[in-house]
């Protein structure tokens, strides 16, 4: 079945630092959902991309779909504690509405 | 408006027992989906409900079973519980459009733990 890889696993920054996670599939993607789960919480629906090289923000957060729909990232500049948590990408495969990723946690010290 | 709600918000079951977990949908959703989410793990796809028919179904056993009522609600019963079914299960709700694939907005989910 469809596989979604998601790296990093962990990220620990600094706050203020900028962080990066990176999700890969080797088939095509008709989109891409980006969810973020606080410790001890459910994922919460941040965005979906659909288009081709499709670039959407939201205040700190950067999202981006490759050009082959293969790729995406989110981008968070200079974090705040309100950052942490674990972000998943997801995209739907086969008779599945969302494969996730592994997701990768993030910690801001502050 | 509401979001998705779940009940119970925890449960503390022994192996063998059986167990039923409830899911109410956003309103105007007519699509629910279910999701097992292990520690340290993204969430697994278990079942997919449109209109009371099961629209996919996941790689678990047969153990697991699922249904929607008429109010779009939904219940997914576990039988035969196995230490490894501890976990968080997940409902999300969704429109219901004819992809089954739009965007997903998840409950709180049910906190499951098998001893």
């Known amino acids: 079945g469809q596989q979604v890889m998601q790296i990093p696993q962990y990220q620990h920054v600094q706050e203020g630092e900028d962080f990066t996670t990176y999700c890969n599939s080797s088939?095509?993607?008709?989109?891409i959902q980006w969810y973020k789960q606080r410790p001890g919480g459910h994922p919460v629906f941040l965005i979906q991309?659909?288009?081709?090289?499709e670039v959407k923000k939201q205040k700190r957060l950067t999202f981006q779909f490759g050009e082959a729909k293969k790729n995406s990232s989110l981008h968070i500049t200079a974090t705040q504690t309100t950052d942490v948590g674990t972000y998943f990408c997801?995209?739907?495969?086969?008779?599945?509405?969302?494969?996730f990723g592994k997701g990768t946690r993030l910690s801001v010290i502050a | 408006d509401a979001g998705v709600t779940q009940s119970p918000t925890h449960l503390i079951k022994t192996r063998g027992q059986h167990v039923t977990l409830r899911c109410s949908p956003i309103?105007?959703?007519?699509?629910v989906s279910w999701y097992q989410q292990v520690l340290g793990q993204g969430p697994q796809f278990i079942f997919q409900?449109?209109?009371?028919?099961?629209?996919g179904r996941g790689n678990f056993p047969d153990r697991f079973s699922a249904r929607q009522f008429p109010n779009y609600s939904s219940e997914l019963n576990v039988n035969a519980l196995l230490l490894g079914d501890s976990a968080l299960y997940l409902c999300?709700?969704?429109?219901?459009?004819?992809?089954?694939?739009?965007?997903?907005?998840f409950g709180p989910g049910t906190r499951l733990l098998v001893l």
């Open positions: 991309l659909v288009k081709s090289g």
């Open positions: 309103s105007g959703h007519k699509s």
């Open positions: 409900y449109y209109e009371k028919e099961e629209r």
């Open positions: 088939t095509t993607l008709s989109n």
């Open positions: 997801a995209a739907p495969g086969g008779n599945t509405p969302l494969v």
């Open positions: 999300a709700s969704s429109l219901g459009g004819a992809s089954g694939k739009e965007t997903q907005y």
